[in-house]
């Protein structure tokens, strides 16, 4: 799974940007076969949006990498 | 240590998750995309307000009317005399907003979730899927409190007045007129960037800890006197349509006590798109 582009929810939103998740969206909808996103977050309330977000639209969580209180989130989508 | 001025106009995560099962208290989360929010889970016995669908005229621009804010409480089961505890997405922007309705229409005791939904996952609490149904109750709302609100033609009367203080609390890059709103939020465009003349940019994350929680009384008081903004003076907030501002006001009024202080929630959406109303960069 090759991983095309990063997502970083890590700094803290101010609504003068993409939302975090309409970010999310927007590099899944562009994905390919074999291909992937990451999401990177900080902290459990974001890692857990994602996932959950994911999970509820459809998509797979691949793998989810911690280190302190960031994570990086691939997500994919596979054939069902 | 000082105390907030309206101690019970904020709770914390623990008095939430002592009163989950408490029939006197409605938990209701205020969401401006709850696809990404309430419907992943929210906290158990929690009801969700659409801040689009629930706090908004279906046809005019302006908050929900009296009668449809009744039916709304009724809905949710909640009664005059119910404690009503908001929290919600984009860290309790459209909950600050719905706290701001809540006292415009006279409610007794409505709180906010000091931390919001951010906070109560942070901390691994129980979240539910399930869409809880309460019986209806009665609900009577009192003529909104128009010492709260501010629409455009009262702020233009003011304009340059002495005692009359207007606090922006965007992001300085939209108070400089550099940014007036991002292509994902079409509605919120305006014709025009800058920020009302005199205004005082005062980011409303300023007072917010890394947490989402606020700031304490100490810390909150210095942001807004050195910038100005002191409890003698009349106070309008503003932003974009009213919902990051909702937080400054309930900053404002119920944890310092400014006896006077409005929200404009026409905000830069309305003033940045009106034909003739001055406008500074």
Known sequence: MRIVQTVDLRAPIELCTESPIGQVQQALADLGPGEAVAVLVRGYADEFTVTAWAKRNGYTVIRVEREGEEARVVLAILPG | ?281
């Open chain 2, 1 to 281: 240590m000082a105390t907030y001025a309206d101690p019970l106009a904020l709770v914390d995560t623990e008095w939430v998750a002592q009163h989950l099962q408490d029939p006197k208290v409605r938990i209701v989360e205020v969401d401006y995309d709850p696809d990404s929010a309430y419907h992943l889970g929210h906290i158990p016995g929690a009801v969700l307000f659409d801040w689009r669908k629930d706090l908004n005229d279906p046809v005019r621009r302006d908050i929900l009317s009296r009668e449809a804010f009744e039916a709304l409480n009724s809905r949710a089961g909640i009664s005059n005399d119910t404690t009503v505890v908001l929290y919600g997405d984009f860290r309790n922007w459209f909950a600050a907003f719905a706290f701001w309705i809540y006292k415009l229409y006279g409610h007794r005791d409505v709180r906010l979730l000091n931390g919001g939904r951010k906070k109560w996952i942070e901390e691994k609490r129980p979240l539910s899927e399930e869409v809880p149904t309460y019986p209806p109750a009665t609900y009577r709302a009192q003529e909104p409190d128009a010492r709260l609100r501010a629409h455009l033609p009262y702020v233009l009367n003011v304009l340059g007045k002495r005692g009359i203080v207007l606090v922006d609390v965007r992001s300085p890059a939209e108070f400089a007129g550099e940014i007036t709103a991002p292509p994902e939020y079409p509605n919120e465009a305006a014709q025009r960037g800058g920020h009302i003349p005199g205004a005082v940019n005062i980011p409303w994350s300023k007072a917010l800890n890394d947490d989402d929680t606020f700031k304490d009384p100490e810390a909150l008081r210095r942001i807004y006197e050195e910038a100005g903004i002191t409890p003698d003076k009349e106070v309008i907030t503003y932003c974009r349509i009213g919902e990051r501002s909702s937080v400054t006001w309930f900053v404002l009024r119920h944890l310092l006590g400014y006896p006077n202080v409005r929200n404009y929630d026409g905000s830069w959406s309305e003033w940045g798109n009106t034909i003739g109303v001055p406008i500074e960069r």
